[in-house]
């Protein structure tokens, strides 16, 4: 199974044009910058594994990602959450749903300190070293397409979480890497980069406002809908909502003729069920 080389399509969004790296596509079950992140330990031999062990939030798309890995390779799987949400719990639905189909065991404590050798222990949304194997080759995919294009003054950009993508995409791609922090503010996204490498990080984007990671913000919504009427593509709700604003004033205040955009679709959708039945909780009217 090929669960590398996305297509690369060029869309306009608000009389926007730019390319978009449809990892969305990669495969129907396990895509986006997860199946980048971990297809290390996919295309490993997982040989004396017997589990893998996670941790996080309860609708991450990390958690459910490992759990399709788990599948394929064999092996149970684990997952520690501080809290499930008593709605989700009563109405599986997204990412927390298909990781329980998929076989999941889901622990509503701490993570333990010390696994047996025969566990495979992955850090809260794969913030690894090992990730950058499966990231390099998006960066080739990136390269070659730009040199088989002739597509020049390429700048590249994509929201991020741990920061983990965006920095090894700048690791190993000879054009600028642009970013904004959706999870905590810049401060915290440059210790993220600073955990896994100490020099060339990506750029960050200041915020023109603050936003909580997770809250249903009516105009992240709406910038989806919008995206999905201009584009015909589904974005993420947590991330790309985000990532497209502030990319879309990157490329209007940028205003060079002569650049090339690159967005990096990260894939998250079946993570918008459950946002998606969260907003129609909050706002009855949409
Ligand atoms: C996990 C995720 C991110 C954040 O990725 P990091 O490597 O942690 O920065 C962004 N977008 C989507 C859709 C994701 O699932």
Redesign the pocket.
């Known amino acids: 199974m090929n669960y590398t080389n996305s297509p690369i399509e060029k869309i306009t969004f608000n009389n926007n044009s730019f390319y978009i790296k449809r990892d969305d596509l990669l495969h129907k079950d396990f895509s ?3 199946a980048r ?1 971990f297809y290390y330990f996919l295309q490993k031999d997982l040989i004396g594994i017997k589990k893998i062990v996670s941790h996080g939030s309860a609708q991450s ?2 958690m459910y990602s490992l759990s399709v890995l788990a599948k394929i390779k064999g092996t149970s799987f684990d997952y520690y959450v501080d809290h499930i949400a008593s709605f989700l719990k009563d109405n599986p639905t997204g990412n927390y749903k298909y990781a329980l189909e998929n076989g999941m065991n889901i622990y509503e404590k701490e993570v333990p300190n010390n696994f047996e050798d025969d566990v495979l222990f992955i850090k809260e ?3 690894l070293n090992e990730a950058q194997f499966g990231l390099k080759i998006l960066a080739d995919e990136i390269k070659i397409w730009a040199e088989e294009n002739s597509i020049k003054n390429l700048k590249v950009f994509l ?8 920095l090894y995409l700048q690791k190993y791609l000879p054009y600028e890497v642009i970013t904004c922090a ?1 999870v905590g503010n810049e401060e915290y996204l440059k210790k993220q980069f600073f955990q896994l490498e100490n020099s060339n990080h990506p750029k960050i984007l200041a915020k023109t406002k603050k936003y909580h990671f997770g809250k249903l913000y009516k105009e992240f919504y709406e910038i989806h809908l919008r995206l999905l009427e201009q584009t015909n593509i589904k974005f ?1 709700l ?3 909502s985000l990532g497209i604003k502030l990319f879309e004033e990157y490329i209007r205040n940028d205003n060079k003729t002569s650049n090339n955009y690159l967005y990096i679709h ?3 959708i079946i ?1 918008n069920e459950s946002m998606l039945q969260r907003y129609k909780n909050k706002y009855k009217e949409l």
């Not at 929201?159 to 965006?166: D, H, K, V």
Request: glycine share 30%; proline share 4%; aromatic share 4%.
């Open positions: 986006g910058n997860k992140k798309n990390a949304g794969g913030a929201p991020s979480g741990t920061g983990t993508t965006a959706c993420d947590l991330y790309d990260q894939g998250g993570g």
